[in-house]
Every structure is written in C-alpha cells, then in structure tokens.
Nanobody
Framework: QVQLVESGGGSVQAGGSLRLSCAASGFTYSPHCMGWFRQAPGKEREGVAT????????YYATSVKGRFTISQDNARNTLSLQMISLKPEDTAMYYCAHGRGLCSSEPLNPNMYNYWGQGTQVTVSS
C-alpha cells in the first residue's frame, strides 16, 4: 500500500519561498512517475511538476517553470518541491502523487496518477 504524506506548506508573502516535502512508503523501487499537483477553491486540480524517479526526466507547468524545482532524495524516499518567487496565484492545496507507471505523454494529467497524499496548504499573500 503506497502512502504519501506531504508537509512544508504555510503562509508567505509574494516573492517568498517554501519547500514542500512528500514522504513516500510502500511502493516498488522500479522507476515510476511522481508529481506535485495543486487545487485552488473552485478550480480543477492541475499538475505543477513531475519527474521520473531514478531518472533524469522532469516536467513543469508553464506557470511555474523557472520558479519551482522538483527533486527526489532516494535514500529517504522523499519527493520535494522547492518554490521561489511565489505569487498569490500559487495559493492552493498542494498534493503529492504516485504515477501508474512511467511518465506518460501527459505527465501532468491527474488521471495518470493512482495514489495521492492528503495535501498541504500553501497561501501566498500580496
């Protein structure tokens, strides 16, 4: 049973930084896609960043490219999302997700992921 637990959310002012972490357990060690998604009130869940574990593939939403960095600490089974230059429009609940397999041609499509964490709130004030 895959379990994902996010942490690191909080409230910051615009221009600030946050680092989200996702502690993962119960999955196989074969390469697979993992990603970060977010959902603001009244909006659909959207993909933010994704990567292939134990690989070099990363993919970012246009809105966060250059500001967010996804990474993995294999030794600690932790997925991270470093966020800088935060904007009020980045305000959302952020979720860590485990992919159904290798990253697909739609790496930011939530339907490509089958396990989700409970989320961590990020609030950016202007």
């Amino acid at each position: 049973q895959v379990q994902l637990v996010e942490s690191g959310g909080g409230s910051v002012q615009a221009g600030g930084s946050l680092r989200l972490s996702c502690a993962a357990s119960g999955f196989t060690y074969s390469p697979h896609c993992m990603g970060w998604f977010r959902q603001a009130p009244g909006k659909e869940r959207e993909g933010v960043a994704t990567m292939l574990t134990r690989g070099a593939f990363t993919y970012y939403a246009t809105s966060v490219k250059g500001r967010f960095t996804i990474s993995q600490d294999n030794a600690r089974n932790t997925l991270s999302l470093q966020m800088i230059s935060l904007k009020p429009e980045d305000t959302a609940m952020y979720y860590c997700a485990h992919g159904r397999g290798l990253c697909s041609s739609e790496p930011l499509n939530p339907n490509m992921y089958n396990y989700w964490g409970q989320g961590t709130q990020v609030t950016v004030s202007s």
